[in-house]
């Protein structure tokens, strides 16, 4: 790539892209933020998908406690990497130094599956795609009063394919 190339797209434009593989172009971190790890670093420890929480932080390097996988409990340092991306998605090498790290506040019903929480929320404004979404969402907590439901009329629909049966 030409480096003159640098000057024919505006940073803001650049900014606004949404790439599946890389993170935002600007991460707000703070400590005791958790975050999804988006490379595979040192398998099968950092892998990707690995959650982890943030304990410190400096320009380059975080050091954050991995809370999911073979290394749970476990402290390690993440530098920041050379997250290239070069696919269909972009017309052109997308190159970006940064921390490889997708804040992590929430998951998806199928990512939950096979974990245990002790509170878990779920956000129900669109309906499960099927009964056993719905049971996995509310199976991943071992008591009701620590599970909790937006439900817009405190009403949701459970969407079941007769179809398909």
Do not use: W
């Not at 950092?46 to 390097?61: A, H, K, P, Q």
């Not at 975080?62 to 290239?84: R, S, Y």
């Not at 804040?103 to 002790?118: H, R």
């Not at 907590?141 to 179809?163: D, H, I, Q, R, W």
Request: net charge positive; proline share 6%; with cysteine.
């Amino acid at each position: 790539m030409d480096p003159l190339d640098n000057v024919k797209f505006a940073i803001e434009s650049l900014n606004d892209l949404d790439i599946s593989s890389l993170p935002d172009p600007v991460l707000a971190l703070k400590v005791g933020c958790p975050v999804i790890l988006l490379r595979n670093m040192t398998p099968p420890k950092l892998c990707n998908d690995t959650r982890l929480v943030i304990n410190r932080m400096s320009e380059n390097i975080i050091n954050a406690t991995i809370i999911t996988g073979c290394g749970k409990g476990e402290d390690v340092l993440i530098p920041k990497v050379t997250l290239t991306k070069s696919e269909r998605e972009v017309p052109y090498v997308f190159r970006r130094i940064q921390f490889p790290f997708r804040v992590a506040f929430a998951m998806s019903i199928n990512k939950s599956q096979g974990l245990t929480l002790s509170v878990a929320g779920m956000h129900l404004k669109e309906s499960c795609f099927s009964h056993g979404q719905l049971y996995v969402g509310y199976s991943r907590v071992g008591s009701k009063n620590n599970l909790y439901a937006f439900m817009p009329k405190n009403k949701t629909k459970n969407v079941v394919c007769t179809e398909i049966l």
